[in-house]
């Protein structure tokens, strides 16, 4: 059992690129999230999925699209990438809304 | 008022010390409580959950509920040094299908 991995590690972008973060969970869990955490600060919730095909955006959703075709994956994409997108980019997953939720390593995203 | 509120500290103790780690909640209704651990430079893993009014024991880490003053509170027995890290609150609110995370309150234990 993997858990939720994540990829890349670490991503250094310019000022208007794009890229997706892959985030995969193999646990058959129904919910996956998409954080992100400045330096300092709590988690902030960005988009958040309860099932294959439903998406919903939480609470910093600006700049950022997800897509959840499979159980298993929930990729985030960044597009025109801004400085302020600059941060640590958490996947997590959990089988309801009130339980425990897993958390992947992070990605690490610097915009420059 | 904040959903949930930590104090970000640092909270400092020394090695062996109870370190009591607090964090209120604005809605009455929310259901489940959790508290996370997040080394610096990894990401959150959970100590502890709960569910219901009172105290429920993990080894050295004791979760205490409060749902009439709606509080959750962490204790950990016996600090280490390897305790040092940040504590995240999370709870559950009524009607969301989401965790509501606290900022976290930063431990740290002194040998």
């Known amino acids: 059992n993997a858990g939720v991995t994540q990829t890349p590690k670490f991503r250094i972008l310019k000022i208007g690129q794009s890229m997706t973060l892959q985030c995969t969970q193999d646990m058959n869990h129904n919910y996956m999230y998409w954080y992100r955490q400045d330096p300092g600060m709590g988690l902030k919730l960005i988009y958040y999925?309860?099932?294959?095909?439903?998406?919903d955006k939480g609470e910093v959703p600006n700049g950022y699209n997800v897509s959840r075709s499979t159980t298993e994956d929930f990729p985030l994409r960044l597009e025109l990438a801004a400085p302020s997108q600059t941060s640590v980019y958490f996947c997590?997953?959990?089988?309801?809304?009130?339980?425990?939720?897993?958390f992947g390593p992070g990605t690490r995203l610097t915009v420059l | 008022q904040k959903e949930v509120e930590q104090n970000s500290g640092p909270l400092s103790v020394p090695e062996g010390a109870i370190a009591s780690l607090n964090c209120t909640y604005s809605d009455r209704g929310s259901q489940s409580f959790f508290w996370y651990r997040q080394y610096s430079g990894k990401s959150p893993e959970l100590i502890m959950f709960?569910?219901?009014?009172g105290d429920k024991e993990d080894g050295r880490f004791t979760a205490q509920l409060n749902k009439a003053s709606q509080y959750v509170s962490l204790l950990i027995r016996d600090s280490q040094p390897s305790d040092s890290a940040t504590y995240l609150c999370a709870v559950n609110r009524s009607g969301y299908s989401t965790l509501t995370f606290g900022k976290g309150t930063m431990l740290l234990v002194s040998p």
């Open positions: 997590a997953s959990s089988y309801g809304s009130s339980d425990t939720q897993y």
């Open positions: 709960i569910y219901s009014n």
């Open positions: 999925s309860v099932g294959a095909g439903i998406t």
